[in-house]
């Protein structure tokens, strides 16, 4: 029996096998980013501002490495490399909100998360209705399962059925946004030059006899 594939896989990637070797690098390269963010940016503003920069051009990045250097994705460039710019920001914003609202603590909670246990639960080498369910349903829940049934569709099956995985991503990307934000209104200021007298003495000195 003639079998016909609905999505032929590129020429360069004819069993699927570089898909999910080029979509984990960009998994890890967002935790990175992320660690950094928190590590070496001490301002909350800069750290959003970084993470929004970081996840625009890992999309631009990564949909000009994996269709045009490597050629194991199709579709169009732009779509693409919108989809991979929110998966990133999906996962380095999340990582980011929760380090900044709970410290180092909230990098490792993250990481167990979203890496250890979404890589797992994941599918990317294959599909999720393959995995043993409801594990499968679960790993489209998190970022990097959401993530590669987004980016398949995008590349192969013009945006069908990317409906449930884009709201999905949509959404850790805000909460991480909105961490960032709460760690942010949190931050307490530093006290107005005005408030403070010249001639008042400073708080540490000790009163002399």
Known sequence: M?????APLPADDPRGTGFAAGFFPLMIASLIAAVLLFSLVPRKAARLLGVLLFSAFAGLAGAFILQTWMGIIGGDMLPVAAFIG?????????????????????????????????????GVGGAPELLP????????????????TALRSAAWFDFAGADSAMWT???????GILLLALAWLR?????SP????????????AATT
């Open 86 to 122: 929110l998966i990133a920001l999906a996962v380095s914003a999340s990582v980011l909100g929760l380090a900044a609202i709970i410290g180092p603590a909230g990098i490792g909670l993250g990481a167990i998360l979203i890496m250890l246990v979404g890589n797992a639960l994941a």
């Open 187 to 191: 931050q307490p200021s530093a006290p």
């Open 194 to 205: 005005s408030t403070l007298s010249p001639d008042a003495p400073a708080p540490h000195a």
């Open 133 to 148: 369910q409801p594990w499968g349903e679960v790993g489209q829940w998190l970022p990097i399962g959401a993530g590669a």
């Open 169 to 175: 991503l949509g959404a850790w990307a805000v909460a």
């Open 2 to 6: 003639p079998i016909t594939d609905v």
